[in-house]
């Protein structure tokens, strides 16, 4: 089992609908990252919150919509996502302000767009 | 600059063998060297980490070995078990805190055989 929790595992929706993937973590990380992955390819880097504030976004478009309410949650809220968008969407933490700590990635959800 | 080229993309090693995979970069910046081990269905995995300052490091079957004059490192897994069957990413990342960034290698699926 991961530290990083993510839920759902698994969402299919339609090209219409609105869904929330949700990412949760006690490690005490001040970090927190939105990866998307397709088969047999590496994660690609979305977004970075840093202390809860968003610092990195990888000209993801406006249909993906990240939000950290909190040092915990991070959450990445869909909206009239493209059948190109299915993937397995992959959430990760790391301390700040400490050299050389990892990424910790959580089991991911596999989003399927109808 | 950003690149990481991963080799090879898909490797069949016998059981007890040794598996080799390679990784070279070209940014001098990459401070931070961790290797990531992912199971169908699964998220990343951290498996070992390596600093440029450091020309080997082993942990168990695991050895990273890093030559930082040719920009390249590599994973080896002493006497190779089915359950190493996996791909695996190399990874570099440059260290600013807060908003660090991994970049992957492309990824080798590897296969044990009895």
């Known amino acids: 089992d991961t530290e990083v929790t993510q839920t759902p595992k698994h969402l299919v929706m339609g090209m219409t609908n609105k869904k929330s993937l949700k990412c949760e973590q006690h490690?005490?990380?001040?970090?927190m990252y939105w990866y998307k992955q397709k088969a047999k390819k590496p994660p690609e880097l979305m977004f970075v919150?840093?202390?809860?504030?968003?610092?990195i976004n990888e000209s993801v478009p406006s249909r993906f919509s990240p939000e950290c309410p909190n040092s915990s949650l991070l959450n990445l809220h869909l909206h009239a996502l493209q059948p190109e968008d299915s993937a397995l969407y992959l959430c990760?933490?790391?301390?700040?302000?400490?050299?050389?700590?990892?990424?910790?990635f959580g089991d991911g959800t596999r989003l399927s767009i109808l | 600059q950003q690149q990481v080229k991963q080799s090879p993309q898909s490797l069949i090693v016998q059981k007890g063998g040794i598996s080799i995979i390679n990784c070279a970069y070209e940014?001098?910046?990459?401070?931070?060297f961790p290797w990531y081990q992912q199971f169908p269905g699964k998220g990343p995995a951290l498996l070992i980490a390596?600093?440029?300052?450091?020309s080997e490091k082993k942990e168990g079957r695991f050895t990273i070995s890093f030559n930082k004059s040719a920009k390249q490192f590599s994973l080896h897994i002493m006497d190779s078990q089915p359950g190493d069957s996996a791909t695996y990413f190399c990874?570099?990342?440059?260290?600013?805190?807060?908003?660090?960034?991994?970049?992957f290698g492309t990824g080798t699926r590897l296969t044990i055989i009895p």
């Open positions: 990760a933490s790391s301390l700040v302000d400490r050299g050389n700590q990892p990424q910790h």
């Open positions: 490690m005490g990380h001040r970090a």
């Open positions: 919150y840093s202390y809860e504030k968003l610092s």
């Open positions: 940014n001098t910046a990459f401070d931070y």
């Open positions: 390596i600093r440029p300052d450091v």
């Open positions: 990874a570099a990342r440059k260290l600013n805190f807060g908003n660090e960034k991994l970049t």
